[in-house]
T-cell receptor, first 112, second 115 residues
Framework: SQQGEEDPQALSIQEGENATMNCSYK?????LQWYRQNSGRGLVHLIL?????REKHSGRLRVTLDTSKKSSSLLITASRAADTASYFC????????????FGKGTTLSVSS | DTGVSQNPRHKITKRGQNVTFRCDPI?????LYWYRQTLGQGPEFLTY????????KSRLLSDRFSAERPKGSFSTLEIQRTEQGDSAMYLC?????????????FGPGTRLTVL
């Protein structure tokens, strides 16, 4: 079963704007990861944030984690047309095995 | 290319036929995972290997599904007597091992269409 929900389900912005996607989950986690998937392709790992971290940066990506609210956000700054893709959060649950639990994803469309 | 590879990339089969997919993980990774993804959904876990041992299976993995990793390197996923509901993208991922990080690297997937 899927762990959480991404919000919004779909997001359309112009190049240069920032895109924010949110993820909520249900159980205690070891870490939370964000992946990108271009249409019909495999997943590309973007960033991992551990449960004892609150914020992490990687290039134009900023991820926050609030374990008290069981939520995370992914911010993409200065978006480009090439950022058009689906974005998934995935949690590594404390009590589960090693499987990642994915949400349904946010579809981001960046127009030039 | 030293990433995760999967073959074939696409498979079209008729209902009732058997299909087999192959995954080659990143060479130094001892953990290998299979996921299934249907349209509009995130990937769902099917099964996981540490070296050659299959340590975890999802209840999604019916008796028609079997996975192997005979030498702890590549893995195969076989679906017997395929059904139309098996149509999906089958994704393979590998990782270095259970650390606090468990960063998984995914292959391009095999898209299965059952007619």
């Amino acid at each position: 079963s899927q762990q959480g929900e991404e919000d919004p389900q779909a997001l359309s912005i112009q190049e240069g704007e920032n895109a924010t996607m949110n993820c909520s989950y249900k159980t205690s986690i070891n870490n939370l990861q964000w992946y990108r998937q271009n249409s019909g392709r495999g997943l590309v790992h973007l960033i991992l944030i551990r449960s004892n971290e609150r914020e992490k940066h990687s290039g134009r990506l900023r991820v926050t984690l609030d374990t008290s609210k069981k939520s995370s956000s992914l911010l993409i700054t200065a978006s480009r047309a090439a950022d058009t893709a689906s974005y998934f959060c995935a949690t590594d649950e404390e009590q589960a095995g090693t499987a990642l639990i994915f949400g349904k994803g946010t579809t981001l469309s960046v127009s030039s | 290319d030293t990433g995760v590879s999967q073959n074939p990339r696409h498979k079209i089969t008729k209902r009732g036929q058997n299909v087999t997919f192959r995954c080659d993980p990143i060479s130094e990774h001892n953990r290998l995972y299979w996921y299934r993804q249907t349209l509009g959904q995130g990937p769902e876990f099917l099964t996981y290997f540490q070296n050659e041992a299959q340590l975890e299976k999802s209840r999604l993995l019916s008796d028609r599904f079997s996975a192997e990793r005979p030498k702890g390197s590549f893995s195969t996923l076989e679906i017997q007597r395929t059904e139309q509901g098996d149509s999906a993208m089958y994704l393979c991922a590998s990782s270095l091992g259970r650390t606090f990080y468990n960063e998984q690297f995914f292959g391009p997937g095999t898209r299965l269409t059952v007619l």
